[in-house]
């Protein structure tokens, strides 16, 4: 009895601290950025972008890098949302349940999830090179559409397999096809988990600096082009860390503030959204 | 007594993998009257039903063998339009299933899917069958309001609005009160008896009692085979099989 009681107790605790270590990472990770950033941020740093001599400590800041990771990560997302949502929908909707090809679908984007970033870096890199292209914001776009695009569907399918048997039948009934069946109701029905799906996507693809170093490159200006290379967040900061002055480092975490403060923003949009589109769901 | 049939089946048989859900079952539905189809859980109504509206093959693993057919065409027809013949017959589930709509919507995507756009019309669609569903009085000033917010009685009359909508034919109703109370399926009984005139409808019960109130016509099914089938007084106070005297008297369920 009491060895169970110990047992008991030791698992608790392990329990508790593992929680607990979790919120530490949190409040560390956030207060660092904090207190390392919060200083260097001014309103130059989003309103400006890098002058001359600004890696070395003279004056501007990242505006380039944050419309160029919000331009490249949107146009990246919307690629994926092309792929992913029919993707989804021919496993659940549209293909046989045990399907083999449904399943291999399921496993590839299992495996594709896993592949680092770095990989589908290089692979992009190879392609464009192949393509005869420069690096440039569409390059990046579509390499960070194909990283994130694994996350995205599978995201859907695990919402979209939720949706009721009854909901399809009921449409069916009626005499509509799959095709409308399909997106008159089953994206209805799931839409609040499609858009979180699209959510941790865009999470992944913002954040990400190895898979739009070779591909989107780095320029100090604005990226208006398709064609010409985008500055992107990630590598703003790593650029900025890895330079040996104080004052270009905390700027790196300035960056990163403005990092974090983007995805928040975007995850706060997207719950206002998710809370305005679910009234009607069917529970 | 001479009906027309709108619905029949010739030796239809479903196979759900190894397992026989119906066996050869050869039928003529009546038109324009309620036919019940009864006998105890497992024994293939729904099935049968299901059959009906091609409805089985959105499950997978089933094989059907025979004919179905409706206005003398057979639905099982390689060239069958699918989507033409479930526009023939309005559905019922046990559950009401309202769409993730608004109420007015959940009436209007029928009439949509099938090419109603005109605004006006689509009000007017939607008023008319509310009120034959008679729900209209209780919704009217709400129409925006998702169907998910209805009780679920009035969620099935919702559904019955919505089915009857694409101005089918038929109407098939697989236990369409067994989820609602009393008052809610005395509703939904009423309504079939005020469609009768119109509809051939067909309904799945295991309430013996709601059969005798509501049928012309009753089918007995047992283990997949159909036993017996006539007008409704002659199979409930003078079956001609056993197995339908016993499953009448309670003593088989």
Same mark, same amino acid.
């Given at each position: 009895?009491?060895?169970?009681? %110990? ?11 593992? =929680? ?30 890098? +002058? ?28 994926? %949302? ?59 776009? %579509? =390499? ?13 399918? +695990? ?6 048997? +009854?909901?399809? +039948? ?10 409308? =069946? ?71 975490? !300035? ?7 983007? %995805?928040?923003?975007?995850?706060? !949009? ?14 | ?76 027809? #390689? ?58 009085? *209780? ?42 109370? #009393? ?50 007084? *002659?199979?409930? *106070? ?16």
């Amino acid at each position: 009895m009491n060895a169970r009681r %110990i047992e008991e107790t030791v698992a608790r605790i392990l329990m508790y601290a593992a =929680t607990f270590s979790v919120l530490c990472c949190l409040v560390l990770i956030v207060g660092t950025v904090l207190v390392r950033g919060l200083p260097a941020l001014t309103l130059d740093m989003i309103t400006h972008t890098p +002058e001359g001599g600004y890696y070395i400590g003279r004056g501007g800041g990242v505006l380039n890098a944050i419309l160029g990771s919000l331009f490249l990560t949107a146009g990246a997302t919307v690629i994926a %949302i092309v792929i992913s949502l029919p993707v989804a929908l021919y496993i659940n909707v549209y293909a046989r349940r045990g399907s083999r090809l449904a399943s291999l679908a399921r496993l590839a984007l299992d495996v594709l999830w896993g592949v680092p970033s770095i990989v589908y870096g290089a692979f992009g890199f190879l392609l464009m090179m192949a393509f005869g292209m420069r690096a440039s914001m569409l390059g990046g776009m %579509i =390499t960070v559409a194909v990283l994130v695009f694994p996350v995205m569907a599978r995201g859907m399918d +695990e919402v979209i397999r939720m949706v009721p048997h +009854e909901l399809m +039948e009921a449409s069916y009934a009626l005499g509509a096809t799959r095709f409308e =069946t399909a997106f008159k109701v089953v994206v209805r029905q799931a839409l609040p988990g499609i858009l979180s799906a699209v959510l941790i996507a865009f999470g992944r693809g913002i954040g990400d600096a190895a898979s739009v170093l070779f591909t989107a490159g780095f320029t100090d200006s604005l990226p208006f082009s398709l064609l010409e290379p985008a500055a992107t967040l990630p590598l703003a900061i790593f650029f900025q860390l890895g330079s040996p002055l104080p004052e270009v480092q905390a700027r790196a975490y !300035a960056s990163a503030l403005i990092l974090t403060g983007l %995805i928040l923003v975007i995850s706060l !949009a997207v719950r206002f959204l998710t809370r305005r589109y679910s009234r009607q769901t069917i529970s | 007594m001479q009906y027309r049939t709108h619905i029949s089946a010739r030796d239809l048989t479903v196979r759900y993998g190894d397992v026989t859900a119906i066996k050869n079952v050869s039928i003529d539905i009546p038109d324009k009257a309620i036919t019940a189809i009864i006998g105890p859980s497992g024994c293939g109504k729904s099935t049968l039903l299901r059959s009906f509206n091609r409805l089985l093959e959105t499950v997978d693993g089933i094989s059907v063998t025979g004919q179905v057919l409706v206005d003398g065409e057979n639905i099982y027809d #390689p060239g069958a339009d699918v989507t033409a013949i479930r526009r023939k017959m309005g559905l019922l589930s046990q559950k009401p299933a309202p769409l993730p709509m608004s109420i007015y919507d959940n009436v209007a995507y029928g009439p949509r899917i099938h090419g109603q756009r005109g605004r006006a019309e689509l009000d007017r669609i939607v008023e008319h069958y509310l009120k034959t569903a008679s729900l209209w009085d *209780e919704v009217k000033d709400r129409l925006r309001e998702p169907a998910s917010r209805l009780s679920i009685g009035q969620q099935q009359r919702l559904c019955l609005a919505r089915g009857l909508a694409v101005e089918p034919a038929i109407v098939l109703a697989d236990e369409p009160t067994s989820a609602l109370d #009393p008052r809610s399926s005395q509703h939904v009984e009423d309504r079939f008896q005020f469609l009768k005139d119109r509809y051939t409808i067909i309904v799945v019960t295991h309430i013996l009692r709601q059969a005798r109130r509501l049928a012309d016509y009753v089918m007995f099914m047992y283990l997949g085979e159909l036993v017996e089938h006539g007008p409704s007084r *002659e199979v409930f *106070e003078n079956p001609r099989e056993e197995l339908t005297r016993e499953y009448i008297k309670g003593v088989i369920s």
